[in-house]
């Protein structure tokens, strides 16, 4: 029997939801499960959380968004409606354009787009409200040229969903006030890859600013008062007990500012670049700083690095702040401190990491696939895989078919997309640390004619003693262009070597010639950009969705001729 014919609407209004549960669906669940279930009007509504309304007669405050606050996130909701020329009410009020429009991706495919709108009254048309709203809409191209339905081609250019919300800064978690209970970093039990990799939001709102107030910390992930200005760096406590929840030689510590970053021998950090603003939404709610080390031996760079984070003493205003409160918010910051290897995690890796891992037996050992999404993580934990993490537990289990540690690395044709239409999901940040499977094509160069471009050798990567995989660096090129854009990748591939010749059947064969990792980052422009950061903040929110019955509801719009 079809399963799809089994779904059946269920009624937002009779379900017990529990608390904390909102209706948010992902970008690719909006066009597929309801815009284009809707335009078909042949398949069942996932439920009824999405009303029918004339969205644009109305102007937001008329809106009746009250109604589905039980389901909804704060001021928000979803309708229904069809587009009108202007996006004019009555009142005279205008939805405008905020942004670029955005296309939302499936599975490698263009399934529509979303576009930022931000509303003006009628009395004042050159101040924007706080109302905002996301409209989406079908891509028209999934209908076959030479279709002949009028009908259907009607309601695909103007049957819309609209995202209204009220920006009143209380639809996101109040996170500068929550109170967490500290963890202990020894008492985590986290997948494996999952380590502490914070963004740089979190490590002022959640760390930084509440040591400052002297609030519990969500977790002691950063080490307490380390004297980074008083000791070589490679005399830090980077040890062996922190590697199972930090990236390989990297360790994070709350220190004091103290003039000259000169050490007790004679070495000191000189900053590599200038200061750098940290948004946290419209504001600057602090600075970062990289430094190199200079020991007092040699007069040359070291391999050592440091990121220094302070807050910005004007975003939280103090009428009357305490001598001892003024004191911290000027001196105390956190330190990354990090040693990067000049051939970086060769066979470097396997003096530290896996001198401990050695002891396992990891060919044989057997994982239960853990979902991400029933993880409840601590702010600035994320998915950060060492290298022979990404070859031995991902990749080689992915080409023997073998259960993965967690469904964190999604399946997508990588090489056929530019890398900003890639579905990085939800972060308000640039991506980082974002994996995906795939297969090598010849060239990899895109479909819009962009390519990456090698930009050094094969890197080895390391099991003890043993070559399990290889990585490379690329950069993109988009089309046309002769300099390279902001976007890099690692490309992990296994060793052949690995599997016996005898052994090896051709479907496996061509798996591993074939199956890689592509680990992808976009590197910002080391400058001011508040604008920007707030537009990619509104408007970058394409994620995937494997679902089988979200794949079928794209062909479904080019076998619908008739049943519109």
């Not at 069809?82 to 009020?93: I, L, N, Q």
């Not at 700083?289 to 760079?301: G, P």
């Not at 060769?346 to 853990?370: A, H």
Request: with cysteine.
């Amino acid at each position: 029997m079809d399963s799809n014919n089994q779904i059946m609407t269920i009624s937002i209004e009779d379900l017990e939801i529990p608390l904390g549960y909102r209706f948010a669906p992902k970008d690719s669940t909006v066009i597929t499960l309801y815009l284009i279930r809707k335009i078909l009007n042949n398949r069942p509504l996932p439920t009824t959380a999405i009303k029918d309304i004339d969205f644009y007669r109305f102007d937001p405050e008329q809106l009746p968004i009250d109604e589905f606050s039980a389901y909804c996130r704060h001021n928000e909701t979803y309708f229904f409606t069809r587009v009108v020329p202007g996006r004019t009410t009555m009142s005279g009020g205008q939805w405008k354009v905020y942004g670029s429009e955005v296309p939302v991706m499936l599975v490698g495919q263009v399934v529509g787009f979303k576009t930022c709108f931000v509303f003006y009254s009628a009395e004042d048309q050159e101040n924007s409200t706080k109302w905002t709203m996301f409209e989406y809409r079908v891509n028209p191209a999934l209908i076959p040229a030479d279709s002949t339905n009028e009908i259907l081609k009607s309601k695909i250019d103007t049957f819309m969903i609209c995202n209204v919300r009220y920006r009143d800064g209380k639809d996101k978690i109040d996170w500068i006030n929550r109170t967490f209970q500290t963890i202990s970093i020894e008492d985590l039990k986290l997948p494996l890859g999952f380590r502490f990799v914070p963004t740089n939001t979190e490590l002022f709102r959640h760390y930084l600013n509440k040591k400052i107030w002297d609030e519990p910390l969500p977790s002691t992930a950063i080490m307490e008062y380390i004297d980074f200005y008083d000791i070589d760096p490679d005399q830090l406590p980077i040890s062996d007990q922190f590697l199972a929840y930090y990236r390989d030689k990297e360790g994070y510590g709350f220190t004091h500012v103290v003039p000259g970053r000169t050490t007790q021998s004679g070495g000191h950090w000189k900053a590599s670049g200038p200061e750098v603003p940290v948004m946290g939404g419209y504001a600057v709610i602090g600075f970062k700083t990289n430094f190199v080390y200079y020991s007092a031996r040699e007069e040359k760079i070291t391999n050592w690095t440091m990121c220094l984070y302070r807050v910005n003493p004007d975003h939280r205003a103090i009428s009357a702040p305490s001598v001892t409160l003024k004191r911290k918010i000027d001196t105390l910051a956190v330190c990354k401190v990090k040693y990067k290897d000049d051939a970086e995690n060769s066979s470097s890796e396997s003096d530290s990491s896996e001198k401990n891992e050695n002891k396992k037996d990891w060919n044989n050992q057997i994982f239960r696939t853990i979902s991400t999404e029933d993880l409840k993580l601590l702010p600035g934990y994320h998915f950060g895989l060492k290298d022979p993490e990404v070859i031995r537990d991902y990749l080689i289990n992915k080409i023997l078919n073998r259960p993965l540690p967690t469904n964190a690395i999604k399946e997508i044709v990588f090489y056929d997309i530019d890398p900003e239409l890639l579905p990085f999901g939800d972060e308000d940040e640039s991506p980082e640390n974002v994996y995906f499977f795939t297969e090598v094509v010849e060239g990899r160069t895109t479909r819009t004619g962009g390519h990456w471009t090698a930009s050094g050798p094969d890197v080895s990567i390391m099991h003890g003693d043993q070559v399990i995989g290889f990585k490379s660096h690329f950069v993109f090129y988009s089309a046309g262009e002769e300099k390279s854009s902001n976007w890099t990748m690692y490309e992990y591939r296994v060793n052949p070597g690995l599997f016996p010749a005898e052994s090896t059947n051709e479907t496996l064969k061509s798996k591993i010639d074939t199956s890689v990792i592509c680990n992808v980052h976009y590197k910002e422009d080391e400058r001011f950009s508040p604008s920007q950061s707030v537009q990619n903040e509104e408007t970058t929110d394409n994620e995937t969705d494997t679902s089988p019955r979200s794949q079928s509801d794209q062909s479904e719009i080019s076998k619908s001729d008739d049943q519109s």
